[in-house]
């Protein structure tokens, strides 16, 4: 089978497991930056001492994790399919969360408008940073991790599932925190929340190594995939495979 026909089977392909993974994606992708971004937990650590983070950094990995195994197991074409599909995901929730805020409220519930502006007022600059800084760095992780599948011809998954993690979240952190709250927390702690993120982010990608492996073990027998983007389009601006 030539390259060309070896690619046009894959893009015609039917995964048993695809459309799931998507859609587990793009869930923790809204609840992530919608949920957990608008708050700033802090913790207290022996020796370090207090350590201020974006409560989404508990759970916005994930979608990290989900974009390696998504690129390591059906190749950079795909997992560009989803990206696109996190962001309009997060475009119709920005929109639909600015639309609910504007709406006459009934007098009965003036309190409860209050709470839904304190938690949403400023969604339009969380989900604009998460939309700039969330294509920005997934397709610098999925690009990154596909360019070294090639480079280790397939060995050490390890390396590029962090590897591409420590790029692409640098590239995400570096953007999300100055879009979204620039202006409204102190430069400072801009800065230290931003990284904080960046370390506790890559600090997960570390320790759920070994799931990411079982995963992609699973999907790889499951779906007799292993996709290798030897013949890519790397342009992030498409949606065909």
């Not at 190594?209 to 498409?238: G, I, M, Q």
């Amino acid at each position: 089978m030539t390259m060309s026909s070896a690619t046009s089977a894959h893009s015609g392909r039917v995964y048993r497991y695809y459309d799931l993974v998507m859609v587990a994606f793009v869930t923790v992708l809204l609840c992530s930056n919608l949920i957990g971004a608008a708050k700033a937990a802090q913790v207290t650590l022996p020796v370090i001492g207090p350590v201020t983070f974006g409560a989404g950094v508990l759970f916005f990995p994930i979608s990290y994790i989900f974009g390696d195994v998504l690129t390591e197991v059906y190749g950079y074409g795909r997992d560009r399919r989803v990206v696109w599909a996190g962001f309009a995901a997060l475009a119709f929730a920005t929109f639909m969360s600015l639309v609910v805020l504007k709406m006459p409220v009934a007098p009965f519930m003036s309190d409860y408008q209050k709470s839904l502006e304190d938690v949403f007022g400023n969604t339009w600059r969380i989900a604009l940073g998460s939309l700039i800084a969330f294509c920005c760095g997934s397709f610098t992780n999925s690009y990154v991790l596909a360019k070294m599948k090639l480079w280790t011809n397939g060995r050490w998954l390890w390396s590029r599932t962090i590897g591409s993690t420590l790029a692409g979240e640098l590239v995400d952190s570096s953007l999300f925190y100055v879009i979204a709250f620039h202006g409204i927390w102190p430069l400072e702690k801009v800065i230290q929340v931003a990284i904080a993120q960046y370390i506790l982010k890559t600090t997960w990608e570390v320790v759920m190594t070994p799931v990411t492996y079982k995963v992609v073990n699973f999907l790889k027998r499951a779906e007799r995939e292993d996709y290798y983007d030897r013949n890519t389009d790397f342009t992030p601006f498409r949606l065909r495979v």
